[in-house]
């Protein structure tokens, strides 16, 4: 097998980072834009010693959980991976590569797993997209590229096609693909304060700042997290603008929230009641000074906690961890390194904030195991 070679395959799974899974005598391939059942001719374009990676040529018989794709562009737009996989059939793929993860890297046997409660999103589904320019239009940049794909009016993402442009004057609502002026186009299904910022669900938010962005299932994390906080003091870690702060306030008396960034910081002063206290440095770091709480929450980075995190909220938390994971194998990292300080996994929501894409989205918490 040599870079370039066309082979055949039918692959069997999908897994973490969304490709598709087959085996040539036993060799894998991972390759995207195919699904399992598919029948697809496609061509190695990375060759390591232990895998190769593929990308399709032809599909020579589709899998019977391919959809009709209802978007155009889908093929080449890197908004979306997963838009010709039917709505439920991405859900089944995606509790199985959770699953596997927690199997694999966790080392938990998905016997012992808690039910994992499955929580879809309507399309359409996004807050706000950033969008770039070609020209008078602008989208997605497509697949591995900086090529941009002008948006489609069937985009299952942005859902409205419209866009406000910030620094345009007074009124920044304009049509998409028509669009003028320079920078980045921002769609936006908030209400819009000032120019680059916003209002969504009652929370002052930087346009260009980290925030959930599911519409759809912003109410739903809300209350999984608030149903979940305990006891009197808590600590919400990576808390950005105060997202979950508010909630967990709610349920606790004190509340310490940690972020490094300092727009998220500026904004959470505007968010969260009396009954927090902001804390502006990275979590990392203060970590070291960290009190006895009874309830910690974390919404790290997709790349995880740091084990230093991990190692001192295991040993400080009182009654229940709750981590909130964007990516399964990093969430299983760290939840291996739970459950070997004492902690067991008792609670485990699958959030679908992007479908159509294979991003899996966690929301769990452990309790002291005993």
């Keep these: 097998m040599n870079i370039g070679d066309i082979i055949t395959i039918t692959p069997a799974e999908l897994v973490a980072g969304g490709a598709a899974l087959a085996k040539i005598d036993g060799f894998p391939i991972f390759a995207v834009n195919v699904f399992p059942g598919d029948v697809a001719q496609v061509r190695i374009v990375e060759l390591k010693k232990g895998f190769a990676r593929a990308s399709l040529v032809r599909l020579i018989t589709p899998s019977p959980l391919r959809r009709a794709a209802p978007c155009p562009i889908a093929d080449e737009c890197g908004g979306c991976d997963w838009t010709a996989l039917r709505l439920d059939a991405q859900l089944a793929a995606k509790v199985r590569i959770l699953t596997e993860s927690l199997r694999r890297i966790g080392k938990i046997d998905p016997s012992s797993l808690p039910q994992i409660r499955v929580h879809p999103s309507p399309l359409n589904y996004r807050l706000r997209s950033r969008l770039h320019r070609d020209g008078e239009s602008a989208g997605f940049y497509a697949m591995s590229s900086h090529r941009v794909v002008p948006l489609v009016p069937e985009c299952e993402v942005v859902g409205v096609v419209t866009a406000r442009v910030f620094g345009l004057g007074p009124s920044p609502l304009t049509p998409l693909p028509a669009v003028r002026g320079e920078g980045d186009v921002w769609e936006v299904n908030g209400e819009l304060r ?58 606790c008396e004190r509340v310490i929230a940690v972020e490094g960034s300092s727009i998220s910081h500026e904004y959470a002063k505007r968010n969260v009641p009396a009954n927090v206290r902001l804390v502006h440095a990275p979590v990392e770091s203060w970590i070291e000074r960290m009190p006895s709480a009874d309830f910690v929450f974390l919404d790290p980075p997709r790349s995880g906690a740091k084990r230093n995190v991990i190692d001192i909220i295991a040993k400080r938390t009182k009654k229940r961890i709750c981590f909130l994971a964007c990516d399964p194998v990093t969430f299983a990292r760290d939840a291996n390194r739970l459950l070997a300080s004492g902690w067991r996994l008792s609670t485990l929501d699958l959030l679908d904030l992007f479908p159509n894409t294979h991003h899996v989205e966690t929301l769990s918490s452990f309790e002291r195991a005993g």
Aim: hydrophobic share 45%; proline share 3%.
């Design 194 to 251: 000032t120019e680059g910022e916003l209002e969504i669900e009652g929370y002052a938010v930087p346009a260009d700042g980290f925030f959930q962005v599911n519409r759809h299932l912003l109410q739903t994390m809300l209350r999984l997290v608030k149903d979940l906080a305990a006891g009197r003091s808590a600590i919400d870690l990576y808390s950005g603008v105060g997202f979950f702060s508010v909630p967990i306030a709610e349920r």
